[in-house]
């Protein structure tokens, strides 16, 4: 840097320095670390009374997968729930921070909380990143204005939609919604449909797989269900459970509690400091 | 995608042709194909779309060809190289015929031949840019199979290129199952045909259906399906969420 420039404080925002450094390295051949990515299919619906997020539970790094159970439905507020696809750390940073945010906003107003306002955070936030805070996510909930369902990608453009998907396994989701969707459907209707296209993205996908998570929300009222389908489970567990050889014989037992053995003498003035 | 073809001397003239008569990107294109088995035979479709780039240029290509008297011949991707094989399978088909022994070419035996040609093609570097599905029926068995630009060929029950593979393939294994009839079978193609008509950019409303059964084959009259736009959140997209899109 010049001597003769003046401390200015830094201005806030991301620093984008060191882009141009990490393209130079790949240029010359440098390997980008791999990060833990979704991979995924989300998907979220507007049925008769609300909204139903779906999502898989498959977290890849590469092609490992890294954890066969994770959550991707995150919580942002009692009524409102964003599934995230993309690079893992991102979105649960994102919405972490959207819903302490709304937390905050919550007790300021002492209002509910209403869908757009998480909307125009999340939007807020990733465009100012221009697209590196890698997270694409499916926003839904009720409030007092009724059931919303957005859609938000990377770079902070947003949908509103009666039926969403997104993440790798989007197209196989949303072949299923396209054919079958109607509007008005009930409860259950709509919680079949939303298993069903994330079945498709978990078998027609390979960043898909594993669990299927649902969440349910209507006017005042929310169901997180967990692992609501588990269509891949252990398919080769020994019905007879595990048996070992027959060991050596035992001839005699005999138990001698330690704790007799042993005097503790507590010295004053040389206990532990803390 | 660029190939660098190893030459010793680096003569700048002989790379020069040698580069510009390879296939490097394809121009005039066409989007997908579905195609499943069903009970008398097997079942084709696609739409009749050429795209040049971003722009619709032709909108009367038929991408399915009758092939001698038992196939049907359905390709995506480059029009012309589409052309060129069916040109080399009518030197094939002829050939076969000049033998005037009453054997004719069946299903299976075009689809190595065209496995084969794909295949070579590629390892000079100079591939037919296209996805080929290959159906028929020969002596009441009806086959159905596949092979791409690079010579990945093999054979299933149902098959789809391009957007096919991730927009109606899910479709199709959920769906799919032996024996259909022929009404059931058209209503499934449709419901593909319909998702790719929403979710594909370069899918247009024309689409014809193909049959091949132990009689012959038959390709319909271009048609386009009926869609539907008055979902209540279209009409208004932002009510309820003023200031967002």
């Known amino acids: 840097m010049s001597q003769s420039s003046v401390d200015v404080p830094p201005k806030g925002g991301f620093s984008f320095d060191l882009c141009k450094r990490n393209d130079m390295l790949t240029q010359k051949g440098l390997k980008a670390p791999s990060f833990l ?65 709304l ?42 204005t009724g059931p919303h369902l957005h859609t938000i990608y990377p ?5 509103t939609l009666p039926f969403a998907t997104m993440g790798s396994g989007s197209l196989a989701a949303m072949s299923v919604f396209e054919a079958k969707y109607k509007e008005g459907l009930t409860r259950d209707e709509g919680i079949k449909l939303v298993a069903e296209a994330i079945c498709s993205g978990i078998f027609n996908d390979l960043g898909s797989g594993s669990n299927v998570d649902i969440c349910v929300i209507t006017k005042g009222n929310k169901e997180y269900l967990r692992n609501y389908m588990e269509p891949n489970p252990r398919t080769y567990v020994s019905s007879k459970g595990y048996s070992f050889t027959k060991k050596t014989e035992v001839l005699l037992t005999k138990i001698t509690p330690l704790s007799e053995k042993v005097e503790i003498v507590e010295v004053a003035g040389e206990a532990m400091e803390e | ?101 009453g ?19 590629r390892n000079k570097f100079n591939p037919l840019w296209n996805t080929l599905v290959l159906g028929g029926v020969k002596n009441g068995k009806s086959y159905l199979g596949m092979v791409s630009m690079i010579g990945v060929s093999f054979e299933d029950d149902h098959v789809a290129t391009g957007f096919g593979n991730h927009l109606a393939r899910p479709i199709l294994r959920d769906e799919w199952h ?68």
């Open chain 1, 37 to 101: 990515k979704t991979g995924t299919t989300i998907v979220g619906l507007i049925f008769k009374d609300g909204v139903i997020l779906g999502a898989d539970t498959r977290a890849t790094e590469g092609p490992i997968v890294a954890d066969k159970n994770c959550e991707k439905i995150h919580y942002m507020a009692p009524n409102i729930y964003c599934c995230g696809a993309g690079t893992a750390a991102d979105t649960e940073a994102v919405t972490d921070m959207v819903s302490s945010q």
């Open chain 1, 103 to 144: 937390r905050l906003h919550r007790y300021q107003t002492g209002r509910d909380s209403r869908v757009i306002t998480a909307l125009t955070l999340l939007k807020k936030h990733l465009f100012s990143y221009q697209g590196h805070v890698s997270a694409a996510l499916v926003l839904g909930g009720v409030d007092i």
């Open chain 1, 155 to 159: 770079h902070g453009s947003t949908d």
């Open chain 2, 1 to 101: 995608m660029t190939f660098t073809i190893p030459i010793d001397n680096g003569d700048a003239v002989k790379i020069a042709e040698a580069e510009s008569q390879r296939t490097l990107y394809p121009y005039v294109t066409g989007t997908s194909i579905v195609a499943i088995k069903y009970k008398d035979g097997v079942l084709m479709a696609s739409d009749m779309g050429g795209s040049y780039g971003s722009t619709l240029r032709y909108k009367n290509i038929e991408r399915m060809q009758a092939i001698g008297k038992h196939s049907l011949l359905g390709a995506s991707g480059e029009i012309s190289d589409f052309q060129e094989i069916l040109r080399y399978l009518d030197e094939l088909t002829l050939n076969d015929n000049m033998w005037d022994d």
């Open chain 2, 103 to 121: 054997n004719s070419l069946g299903p299976k035996e075009i689809h190595n031949y065209l496995t084969r040609v794909m295949y070579n093609r």
């Open chain 2, 178 to 245: 032996a024996d259909m009839s022929f009404e059931d079978g058209v209503k499934l193609l449709e419901k593909c045909m319909r998702v790719l008509l929403y979710r594909d950019r370069s899918a247009i409303n024309k689409l014809q259906i193909a049959k091949i059964t132990e009689e012959g084959v038959t390709v319909s009259q271009p048609y386009s399906l009926k869609t539907f736009w008055e979902f209540s959140s279209f009409h208004n997209p932002t009510a309820g969420a003023e200031g967002s899109w």
